[in-house]
């Protein structure tokens, strides 16, 4: 499912100047933010511009690396250690050209077709001699993700990235155990 870039009311992205400092300023609300703030506003598909306030240059590209960066760090790692070593050994490749492209093709045909892989993912976890206790866990994190994020609305949001997480985890668990159950 697509969704719809936000934007300010001109339809440009909103300006964030980032100071020497590393702090960073939000020129439409005239606050200074986080790069969690920001992290939240890619999630939302808010277009932003980041410029070094400085010399104006647009440092988007080196901010959204320090947000990934982050993200990584912050928790379980969503880029494998084999990707991470692909994308590094594509740098100064003849091919290199043409990596961004694909990655941006290939983000935006799975995020269309998310939808159709969450269910798929549903149907193998609820599927089994444990079936039963997977779905009553899936509703369990709806049930939890509506009480604590109500805001979503059960549309696609950065939350069900958990939920999905928990899903292929539930999956390897459910594998495992039918593995066991073979033996």
């Given at each position: 499912?697509?969704?719809?870039?936000a934007?300010v009311?001109d339809?440009?992205p909103?300006i964030?100047?980032?100071?020497?400092?590393?702090?960073?300023?939000?020129?439409?609300s005239?606050?200074?933010?986080?790069?969690?703030?920001?992290?939240?506003l890619t999630?939302k598909?808010?277009?932003f511009k980041?410029v070094d306030?400085?010399?104006?240059?647009?440092?988007?590209?080196s901010?959204l690396?320090?947000i990934i960066?982050?993200?990584?760090t912050g928790?379980?790692?969503?880029l494998p250690?084999?990707?991470?070593?692909?994308?590094?050994?594509?740098?100064?490749d003849?091919m290199q050209?043409?990596?961004?492209q694909?990655?941006?093709?290939?983000?935006d045909?799975?995020?269309?077709n998310?939808?159709?892989?969450?269910?798929?993912i549903?149907?193998?976890?609820?599927s089994?001699?444990?079936?039963?206790?997977?779905?009553?866990?899936?509703?369990m994190m709806?049930?939890?993700?509506?009480?604590f994020?109500?805001?979503?609305g059960g549309s696609k949001q950065?939350?069900?990235?958990?939920i999905d997480?928990?899903?292929?985890?539930?999956?390897?668990?459910?594998?495992?155990?039918d593995?066991?159950?073979?033996?």
């Amino acid at each position: 499912m697509a969704r719809k870039s936000a934007t300010v009311a001109d339809g440009d992205p909103i300006i964030i100047k980032k100071y020497a400092n590393r702090r960073l300023y939000n020129t439409q609300s005239s606050k200074y933010i986080t790069l969690d703030f920001l992290a939240e506003l890619t999630r939302k598909d808010v277009q932003f511009k980041v410029v070094d306030a400085k010399t104006g240059d647009d440092i988007t590209h080196s901010v959204l690396t320090q947000i990934i960066m982050e993200e990584e760090t912050g928790g379980q790692g969503m880029l494998p250690v084999s990707f991470l070593r692909q994308i590094i050994a594509l740098y100064g490749d003849s091919m290199q050209g043409l990596v961004p492209q694909f990655l941006e093709s290939s983000m935006d045909n799975f995020r269309k077709n998310q939808k159709q892989v969450q269910d798929v993912i549903e149907t193998a976890l609820t599927s089994g001699p444990f079936g039963h206790i997977a779905k009553q866990n899936i509703e369990m994190m709806r049930a939890a993700r509506d009480a604590f994020m109500p805001n979503l609305g059960g549309s696609k949001q950065a939350g069900d990235d958990n939920i999905d997480d928990l899903k292929r985890q539930m999956a390897e668990l459910q594998a495992k155990i039918d593995k066991l159950s073979q033996r």
